[in-house]
């Protein structure tokens, strides 16, 4: 059973960078596209993009001038930057399986809470 | 961008009558050549990850119980919790996965009565 797990700081000041990663265990990274989603406490998900594991990306426009997302296939993990954030940036960030473009969100990570302040 | 609009936004219910979760797309999320709707439905617990329950509306993801059902095509979407139990109580979301920005409805809050 594939198992994926999200790691980075909990605590990002305004302005900065939030960088986060999720490892995927008991399964190969390749031939997946692999999402990151938030929560913002006690609303609803937003998509903010993905990748495919040869690299090519698709992300939310709402959000595109400050994402990146990257894949290291080596260590079966893959990353999210989101940069100039502020106090709106404020959620649960979640990574997610997709095991196709035909077919949703499968596996989920338990979510981490980031928070933006000073 | 897809809009996903779901109705209503809580929903109280006595345990073992029938739950019914309304979602509609502002544009249709039907891939024509294949014949599927590229629509899913979740369920969210406090403190956890959403857990898909149906995709391509109706299919059933493995593990999910039968008495959840999914309808409807195009861009009107409902989901059916035949016979409600305690453990369904939880936040259900539907989401479009035919076009990006992949897009979730606003979530419908299931009660017990």
């Known amino acids: 059973q594939v198992q994926l797990q999200e790691s980075g700081p909990g605590l990002v000041k305004p302005s900065e960078t939030l960088s986060l990663t999720c490892t995927v265990s008991?399964?190969?990274?390749?031939?997946?596209?692999w999402s990151w989603i938030r929560q913002p406490p006690g609303k609803g998900l937003e998509w903010i993009g993905h990748?495919?594991?040869?690299?090519?990306?698709n992300y939310n426009p709402s959000l595109k001038s400050r994402v990146t997302i990257s894949v290291d296939t080596s260590k079966n993990q893959f990353s999210l930057k989101l940069s100039s954030v502020t106090a709106t940036d404020t959620a649960i960030y979640y990574c997610?399986?997709?095991?196709?473009?035909?077919?949703?969100?499968?596996?989920w990570g338990q979510g981490t809470l980031v928070t933006v302040s000073s | 961008d897809i809009v996903m609009t779901q109705s209503p936004d809580s929903l109280p219910v006595s345990l073992g009558e029938r739950a019914t979760i309304n979602c509609k797309s502002s544009?249709?999320?039907?891939?024509?050549?294949?014949?599927?709707?590229?629509l899913a439905w979740y369920q969210q617990k406090p403190g956890q990850p959403p857990k898909l329950l149906l995709y391509?509306?109706?299919t059933r993801e493995s593990g999910v119980p039968d008495r959840f059902s999914g309808s409807g095509s195009g861009t009107d979407f409902t989901l059916t919790i035949s016979s409600l139990q305690a453990e369904d109580v939880a936040v259900y979301y539907c989401?479009?996965?035919?076009?990006?920005?992949?897009?979730f409805g606003q979530g419908t809050k299931l009660e017990i009565k």
């Open positions: 008991g399964g190969s990274i390749i031939s997946y596209y």
């Open positions: 544009q249709s999320v039907l891939y024509s050549s294949s014949n599927k709707n590229y």
């Open positions: 990748i495919f594991d040869s690299g090519s990306t």
């Open positions: 997610a399986r997709r095991y196709s473009s035909s077919y949703p969100f499968d596996n």
């Open positions: 989401q479009q996965y035919y076009s990006t920005p992949h897009t």
């Open positions: 391509w509306a109706s």
